[in-house]
């Protein structure tokens, strides 16, 4: 995408790079992420268990986990409430894994993300009674859920809260609540995505047990972590850097068949692989269909099971790519007349699963806040999608009184609205939206580490980026510029042509570049002409053989 600004790091003193031992490349990196001594140094790079913070700081962990224990002497049924994101699959295939292994008897409750939506459901408590469950455990989720676990109360089913949301001011009457988000909380890291907060459950209970972790607690953690976009840092880092390690060197059945279908190396997954191969396939079947074919697969032991699991979910990933570049189209001709500080979008045909992807999508190509909106009947559903100067849920707390269901954070929220009310919210939303952008910058500022030759980019320097992962906030993965590549050819590539690929020379070096949803700027260049470009260095796989690539961000022509 185009950048209003590209901001390049400065490079660091001599004394940081005497400090950490390493080049002046290397060490911007490290300093441009905090690092700034051997002792930081060594923990980023090789994150230790003994790092982690002891669940127990959590209020409850301890009537939790003696809990929890009870019901494994006793034999009582449990039910596992997650949400239908990776986050919540994840962090429900942590429980229910780690407390059948200990011979529980588990029955998992995922909700349609239509038909019954965020939070905990009146259906699940039904499902619950009637499978006999005594103790009730949610997972990213359960914070604001009191009507439903107040039933669960009437019922005789004890609930145990494990959420990382905000708590609003009255907290659910359940047995215990863990969440690092919690008013009051004197755990020490509040940035546990939803599956963090069960691995810390069950962390504690194996420790009360003073028993091992099974390695596929930290594999499914490790999508959890990646995919909520939690902060790359501490114990996050921790789980997202052993959780893949492991996944590289363990068998794990179900994983290992959607490694298989999505094309991918098993003993080389990256932060990229899981970010934009992996997730966007466990997310899709609770897009289109229903989340519990996902939870299926993570947990399966089966290959013959696991195989047509796979088949069915990467069928389902296909017609969500298809669906959404549909969607897409239709969003670009409505966007077309507009000229407001936020985009509206929406079809009454529009899955409600996708419309968080077509947000989000235009949200990062036009910097706008964005809403998609769908549904034919009385009630509409939204997706709502930010920019990171825009707090989005602040702004949405101000029109409260238009919805019917609202939730969400600064950078992505939902609700429903009744139809009667979309236009008069529209206008309100529009006026809100306008003073909080007023002093917004109109485009996006691209952060880059260093400006190098790519001459730098050889076998050792790879291996040091490679050793920065996992990436995510708080943790970027690295930006280049190099400034002054010859432009040797270039075409549009992909289906409608919506990427650019280049091949680029540097002092008689060739390289190949690809700009992903770039293809609309080949009008920009011509053969012959020199840009400046920002990019990402990538390994492709191709035919067994490996092949340097250039993950374009953006490029501009040589001043």
Same mark, same amino acid.
């Given at each position: 995408m185009k950048y209003q600004k590209w901001n390049i790091a400065d490079r660091v003193s001599d004394s940081v790079e005497s400090a950490l031992s390493l080049p002046n490349i290397e060490s911007t990196i490290l300093y441009n992420r905090g690092i700034d001594s051997p002792e930081k140094l060594q923990e980023f790079l090789f994150p230790q268990d003994q790092s982690t913070n002891d669940p127990f700081l959590f209020e409850d962990m301890e009537k939790v986990v003696k809990r929890l224990s009870q019901a494994l002497d006793n034999r009582?049924? @449990?039910?596992? *409430?997650?949400? &239908?994101? =990776?986050?919540?699959?994840? $962090?429900?295939?942590?429980?229910?894994?780690? +407390?059948?292994?200990?011979?529980s008897i588990v029955f998992p409750y995922i909700p349609h993300r239509v038909d019954e939506g965020h939070g905990v459901s009146l259906n699940s408590i039904e499902f619950f009674k009637d499978r006999g469950v005594s103790l009730i455990i949610t997972v990213d989720c359960g914070i604001s859920s009191i009507e439903e676990i107040d039933l669960a109360n009437?019922?005789?089913?004890?609930?145990?809260?494990?959420?990382?949301?905000?708590?609003?001011?009255?907290?659910?009457?359940?047995?215990?609540?863990?969440?690092?988000?919690?008013?009051?909380?004197?755990?020490?890291?509040?940035?546990?995505?939803?599956?963090?907060?069960?691995?810390?459950?069950?962390?504690?209970?194996?420790?009360?047990?003073?028993?091992?972790?099974?390695?596929? @607690?930290?594999? *499914?953690?490790? &999508?959890? =972590?990646?995919?909520?976009? $939690?902060?790359?840092?501490?114990?996050?880092? +921790?789980?997202?850097?052993?959780?893949?390690?492991?996944?590289?060197?363990?068998?794990?059945?179900?994983?290992?068949?959607?490694?298989?279908?999505?094309?991918?190396?098993?003993?080389?997954?990256?932060?990229?692989?899981?970010?934009?191969?992996?997730?966007?396939?466990?997310?899709?079947?609770?897009?289109?269909?229903?989340?519990?074919?996902?939870?299926?697969?993570?947990?399966?032991?089966?290959?013959?099971?696991?195989?047509?699991?796979?088949?069915?979910?990467?069928?389902?990933?296909?017609?969500?790519?298809?669906?959404?570049?549909?969607?897409?189209?239709?969003?670009?001709?409505?966007?077309?007349?507009?000229?407001?500080?936020?985009?509206?979008?929406?079809k009454p045909h529009w899955n409600p699963g996708i419309l968080g992807l077509i947000a989000g999508r235009l949200a990062e190509e036009f910097y706008k806040p964005v809403i998609a909106v769908s549904g034919s009947g009385e009630i509409l559903r939204a997706s709502a999608r930010s920019i990171p100067d825009f707090n989005l849920i602040q702004v949405l707390d101000l029109c409260k009184p238009f919805?019917?269901?609202?939730?969400?954070?600064?950078?992505?929220?939902?609700?429903?609205?009744?139809?009667?009310?979309?236009?008069?919210?529209?206008?309100?939303?529009?006026?809100?939206?306008?003073?909080?952008?007023?002093?917004?910058?109109?485009?996006?500022?691209?952060?880059?580490?260093?400006?190098?030759?790519?001459?730098?980019?050889?076998?050792?320097?790879?291996?040091?980026?490679?050793?920065?992962?996992?990436?995510?906030k708080g943790n970027p993965?690295?930006?280049?510029?190099?400034?002054?590549?010859e432009i040797i050819d270039f075409r549009q590539v992909g289906n409608d042509k919506k990427h650019l690929k280049m091949t680029l020379m540097f002092e008689g070096r060739v390289f190949d570049a690809i700009a992903f949803r770039q293809g609309n700027r080949v009008l920009e260049i011509k053969n012959g002409e020199f840009v400046d470009v920002v990019f990402k260095p990538a390994i492709n796989f191709w035919n067994g053989k490996e092949n340097l690539e250039l993950i374009v961000d953006d490029f501009r022509l040589t001043s």
């Open positions: 009582e049924i @449990i039910g596992i *409430f997650g949400d &239908f994101d =990776t986050d919540g699959l994840s $962090g429900t295939a942590v429980l229910t894994f780690a +407390l059948q292994s200990l011979g009437k019922l005789n089913m004890e609930t145990i809260i494990s959420d990382h949301h905000t708590s609003v001011d009255v907290v659910p009457d359940a047995f215990g609540v863990i969440n690092p988000s919690l008013l009051g909380s004197q755990y020490p890291f509040q940035h546990l995505t939803g599956v963090g907060t069960a691995f810390k459950i069950v962390e504690a209970l194996y420790s009360y047990l003073n028993m091992e972790l099974p390695p596929e @607690i930290y594999v *499914f953690s490790a &999508f959890g =972590t990646l995919s909520d976009v $939690g902060l790359m840092l501490g114990e996050n880092r +921790l789980l997202a850097h052993k959780g893949l390690q492991l996944l590289r060197s363990h068998e794990i059945i179900g994983i290992d068949e959607l490694i298989r279908v999505a094309g991918l190396q098993k003993r080389r997954i990256s932060t990229q692989d899981m970010s934009f191969g992996l997730i966007p396939r466990i997310n899709a079947p609770g897009r289109l269909s229903h989340a519990r074919l996902s939870l299926d697969l993570i947990l399966s032991k089966n290959s013959e099971e696991a195989k047509i699991f796979s088949n069915e979910i990467e069928e389902l990933n296909k017609q969500r790519q298809v669906v959404t570049e549909t969607a897409m189209n239709e969003a670009y001709a409505q966007i077309k007349s507009q000229d407001e500080s936020v985009i509206f979008v929406g919805f019917e269901k609202f939730g969400g954070h600064p950078m992505a929220a939902g609700f429903t609205i009744k139809r009667d009310l979309l236009k008069d919210f529209r206008e309100k939303f529009n006026d809100v939206s306008f003073e909080f952008l007023s002093n917004v910058s109109k485009g996006p500022t691209l952060i880059v580490d260093a400006e190098i030759s790519p001459l730098w980019l050889t076998s050792e320097t790879l291996g040091f980026l490679e050793s920065l992962e996992p990436y995510g993965e690295p930006t280049f510029i190099t400034k002054k590549f």
